[in-house]
């Protein structure tokens, strides 16, 4: 068809190899069906956080990430003394993308994102990203039939896009080639790497649950406003448990992600960092609680 046309010759003056065009672009004769239903049927997010984070955070998944934990001490060690990024954190956010890599997708990742690319919703997009997914096949790092992902194009462990892949990416183990879909090693590094790079802060945490006293100011909420520990301690708010906040200088933002019902937390600037990996208040939550956990025995 002529937008594959196009496509072959922009793909080819960006420095693609014909050789890897014609086994990629031939394999789409048309637009997946299944890719474009999915596009268009993403539900409105409607899910509390309690069941979000209830879904991701349980006993099964954080005894496996606890066993992650023993499994690759070496591997830890080396990327979290490299990056300065806590482990507890690169393996909660392992399980959380892809349970530690039993779900990472099973859509062909050429055609997921050359279908939604044509299909135009967020052409622009996507047609970047095939770009992108075509240079990681042109670098040898996967072999074109295993390179599987979500309907989406998010693919291996961690669940890069082809952009974030060729940004952050890492060979960890040194075999010449990067691959999330089965190094543990590179999926950890890679994890490291992008949170490092979207600046995290060695040995900081993520926030905490907190308990608001009674007719507290729910303006003060909300990520645009920051305060001092301290200062949220003078204004009464206190650690989940009823215990005091330290006294800090430490930046903190006050967070109601379900209202001022709902609960609370104070998250700090390694939440952010978070939120440049996913803009998911829930998702940050989530894999913050789950790295607690992990990290508790």
């Known amino acids: ?5 196009n496509f072959r010759k922009e793909a080819l003056a960006a420095g693609i190899s014909s050789k890897t065009l014609n086994t990629a672009l031939a394999d789409i004769p048309e637009p997946l069906a299944e890719v474009i239903e999915r596009d268009r049927r993403q539900p409105e997010f409607t899910q509390s956080l309690a069941d979000y984070v209830a879904a991701r955070v349980n006993e099964k998944r954080i005894d496996t990430g606890r066993k992650m934990m023993k499994r690759y001490p070496t591997w830890l060690g080396r990327v979290e003394k490299k990056h300065g990024v806590q482990r507890r954190f690169l393996v909660a956010l392992w399980g959380t993308e892809s349970n530690f890599g039993q779900y990472t997708g099973d859509f062909p990742v050429i055609a997921s994102l050359a279908t939604l690319a044509y299909d135009g919703r967020r052409g622009a997009y996507f047609r970047g990203e095939l770009l992108n997914a075509l240079h990681i096949l042109d670098a040898g790092h996967i072999p074109f039939q295993q390179m599987k992902g979500s309907w989406a194009g998010a693919m291996g462990q961690c669940q890069f896009m082809p952009s974030s892949f060729r940004r952050f990416a890492v060979d960890a183990d040194g075999d010449g080639r990067i691959d999330i879909w089965n190094s543990v090693p ?8 992008y949170l490092a790079r979207a600046g995290w802060k060695k040995g900081q945490t993520w ?6 006293p009674a007719g ?6 909300g990520l645009e406003n920051s305060l001092p520990l301290s200062q949220w301690r003078f204004l009464g708010v206190k650690k989940s448990d009823g215990r ?4 800090s200088r430490m930046a903190a933002s006050l967070i109601l992600p379900d209202g001022p019902e709902g609960p609370a937390f104070l998250v700090y600037h390694n939440f952010r960092v978070l939120l440049a990996w996913n803009r998911s208040n829930a ?7 789950l790295a607690d956990r992990i990290g508790s025995q």
């Open 186 to 193: 590179d999926v950890l590094a890679s994890s490291a790497n």
């Open 216 to 221: 507290f100011d729910i303006s003060l909420a």
């Open 207 to 212: 926030g905490r649950p907190v308990k608001l």
């Open 1 to 5: 068809m002529a937008w594959r046309e």
């Open 283 to 289: 998702f940050a939550v989530a894999v913050g609680t």
């Open 244 to 247: 005091f906040l330290p006294r």
